[in-house]
């Protein structure tokens, strides 16, 4: 998305009909307040060469010059599209990024709670592939593998909490054209919520459905 910024009245953007280049560097500084102010990061923005001569712009503008690289080393455009002249202005971009880590020792099958888990800055991000960013992700879930205290929760690492378990009475809501009915069943095999999971009904029938939140299976005709 294109951002503009109206120009301050104490900065002129000519002299003598050339541009201010301290106010494009100005403008692009403004355009990555305006970017980064929710992503926690740090930049360092570069010079424009002070011996450019460009035909001054009423109406400079600022974006990426890069869309998909806003983060590392990367550029910010400014440009006249009234005069057609467009610069790039390096900028090194620090984004703080957070990892959720365990505070003890867990084994496989624990569930996580909130006193389990912590978030910690990840100074390698090239290290931190998969690591969750967020508490909410992790509280609740089951860990799928045994990890000591200190170590990166991975999102391979956990899932959700069964809700059904191989050789289980459930309920299973059956739906179709113009009809829904209840039976009982026994589950063969264990499942999440939103999970699939094969039911065998009391009359031998088997059906494959998928686990409510109440833990009872929806089976669709």
Not at 64 to 73: C, E, L, N, S
Not at 99 to 124: K, Q
Not at 149 to 159: D, K, N, T
Not at 192 to 197: D, H, K, N, P, T
Request: glycine fraction near 8%; hydrophobic fraction near 50%.
């Amino acid at each position: 998305m294109l951002w503009f910024c109206c120009l301050l009245a104490t900065m002129p953007a000519w002299a003598d009909g050339v541009q201010n280049l301290a106010q494009l560097e100005w403008l692009a500084n403004q355009f990555l307040k305006h970017e980064l102010e929710l992503r926690a990061a740090t930049w360092k923005l570069g010079q424009l060469d002070r011996r450019l001569a460009l035909p001054a712009c009423s109406r400079p503008k600022a974006d990426w010059a890069t869309p998909g690289v806003t983060t590392g080393a990367t550029f910010v455009a400014v440009s006249c599209p009234d005069l057609g002249w467009s610069l790039r202005i390096p900028v090194s971009i620090n984004e703080k990024r957070l990892g959720v880590v365990l505070s003890r020792p867990m084994a496989a099958g624990e569930m996580i709670s909130a006193a389990d888990v912590r978030l910690v800055d990840i100074a390698n991000p090239a290290l931190a592939s998969n690591v969750l960013v967020d508490l909410n992700l992790a509280i609740g879930q089951v860990m799928r593998t045994g990890a000591p205290s200190g170590a990166w929760l991975r999102s391979f690492m956990v899932r959700a909490p069964y809700l059904v378990r191989s050789n289980q009475q459930v309920k299973v809501q059956a739906q179709g054209d113009g009809f829904a009915a209840e039976a009982e069943g026994m589950a063969m095999g264990n499942a999440a919520q939103g999970e699939q999971v094969t039911v065998r009904l009391s009359n031998g029938r088997v059906v494959r459905g998928t686990v409510q939140a109440d833990g009872s299976v929806a089976v669709i005709f």
